[in-house]
């Protein structure tokens, strides 16, 4: 039997593809700007400091995390072109009012911290796009597909501060349009070529991407999305209810996994400033380098995990992923005997600033300059006697460090991948756009909630402590997963319609 005609085959994939590029634009919309945050908040308001910052920086996740849900109700009821152009048409419109956040005479950050709020809310069409590409793809196309989704997301944050660096090359200064009071510098032109992007991307939507919709074996069926007129045509094979014990157990082990990561990040500077004696510049650099090199893994994991999942099942796969998590965090507990450099100096010379706990674990984009006295040349380095358990807790060696990075760059995209596809799966030929949308923000409150925990924790507690919970967390999430195992099924072959 025929399931689709070639010309429904190609439209139907052109319109993924417009998916993969708003994926793509939304993560650089992120990424573009995130290491010139601090300095240009620096500039346009000066009474802004480090913990205004970490509001900017969280204002992104808590818009996605608002909006996803109400796109993916909107996305279950109208065309999902609508809730694609009305959200990225709002990034574009908050990436403009960046680029003019410098003009107000006052509560300039307020403005700044609106328009990061804004692009976040705008980036809440991930859920749309990825409830559309779970609905217009089959079974077996399903796992490729997200798979391919996650890598347009991954390049877009490994690219975004790729764009951000080439536009340093116009500087603080740049050019200004005094009829149009806009300067174009290393801060803004970011932004505007990224509502570029956006526009770009809304007149793809509206040239290319059409309404599919398919169920699980392939079969084209028509839905409210469509955009011919008539009412919901639903088969025989959308019958049935979800299972709602394997849907909150997928956000709970998604939660996890982007909560763990996002403490990854986080955590990355402030720990190799403590143990290797890094000044700012060096901790900035190396692991730029790092999480560059992990960012490239991911995508390659990406493509593999597309092959390997034919021949494992993806449950397997996600269980994997998140054993090697597990040990990552593992290997990053201190064993050994030898201390960490202590800031000595800050006792010896009270002239020397203290380096704030809360600077210390501050991301690397939102680090300030540290204001030395001007008979000192060098910033203090090693850890800081601020930190009482500098004084007792073996320093993690390098090796150790490395080797964690490599196998939690290996285990988080393949947890990533596998969860939205279980997810996708489970929730079978149902809309989709709500429950995206829960699992978005479920995944956007993990990375507020992330570097806030391993901010309190590691600075009072230190890594033994921090790294030992997370351990503890990525064990009962393993727990959950093996009670949850034989749930975690496709809908069709849950009630029969389909063979594993």
């Known amino acids: 039997d025929v399931v689709e005609t070639q010309e429904h085959y190609k439209s ?52 996605q995390m608002v909006a996803s849900p109400l796109f993916g109700l909107w996305s279950n009821y109208r065309p999902r072109r609508e809730p694609l152009v009305i959200s990225t048409a709002i990034s574009v419109a908050a990436n403009c009012l960046y680029a003019y956040v410098h003009v107000p005479h006052s509560h300039n950050k307020y403005y700044m911290l609106t328009a990061r709020a804004l692009v976040g809310f705008g980036a809440g069409n991930v859920a749309v796009v990825r409830s559309y590409i779970a609905g217009a793809t089959s079974l077996t196309e399903r796992t490729s597909a997200m798979a391919n989704t996650s890598a347009c997301q991954a390049v877009g944050f490994i690219l975004g501060p790729v764009f951000q660096t080439c536009f340093t090359l116009i500087g603080e200064e740049g050019v200004t349009w005094k009829f149009l009071c806009l300067q174009l510098n290393m801060y803004t032109t970011p932004v505007l070529f990224g509502a570029l992007l956006g526009v770009i991307n809304i007149i793809l939507i509206f040239a290319i991407f059409r309404e599919h919709r ?68 060096e901790a900035v650099f190396y692991n730029g380098i790092i999480l560059s090199v992990i960012g490239i893994e991911s995508v390659i994991v990406f493509m593999v995990v597309k092959t390997l999942s034919k021949k494992t099942g993806e449950r397997a796969i996600l269980h994997a992923g998140l054993l090697t998590v597990l040990v990552g965090f593992f290997i990053l507990l201190p064993w050994g005997k030898k201390l960490p450099n202590i800031q000595w100096q800050e006792i010896k010379n009270n002239s020397i600033p203290r380096t704030a706990p809360s600077e210390m674990l501050a991301p690397f984009w939102s680090l300030p300059e540290l204001q030395l006295p001007s008979n000192h040349t060098a910033e203090p380095v090693g850890c800081p006697i601020a930190q009482s358990w ?82 503890g967390v990525v064990v009962v999430s393993l727990l959950l997963l093996e009670i949850v195992y034989k749930r975690l099924i496709a809908f069709s072959v849950r009630y029969g319609r389909m063979q594993e």
């Open 390 to 471: 500098c004084l007792n807790t073996p320093m993690i060696y390098l090796a150790q460090y490395i080797s964690s990075d490599v196998l939690i760059g290996l285990g988080y995209p393949v947890c990533n991948v596998m969860s939205y596809t279980l997810y996708s799966k489970v929730l079978g030929p149902k809309p989709q756009g709500v429950y995206m949308g829960w699992l978005t923000a479920s995944g956007s409150g993990a990375r507020i909630l992330g570097p806030v925990f391993v901010s309190q924790i590691y600075t009072h507690l230190g890594p033994r402590w921090a790294f030992s919970l997370i351990c």
């Open 12 to 63: 139907r994939w052109r319109s993924i593809w417009i998916m993969y590029l708003t994926m793509f634009l939304s993560s650089v919309g992120f990424s573009i700007v995130i290491m010139s945050v601090w300095p240009y908040l620096q500039k346009i308001d000066p009474t802004a400091d480090a913990s205004f910052l970490g509001w900017i920086i969280a204002s992104y996740s808590i818009g």
């Open 214 to 281: 398919v169920d699980d074996m392939g079969r084209q069926y028509k839905s409210i999305n469509s955009d011919g007129e008539g009412s919901d045509v639903l088969d025989q094979n959308t019958e049935g209810s979800i299972d709602h014990v394997a849907v909150v157990a997928l956000n709970i082990l998604f939660f996890v996994i982007l909560f763990v990561f996002a403490v990854f990040e986080t955590i990355a500077t402030p720990l190799t400033m403590d143990m290797y004696s890094w000044t700012r510049k």
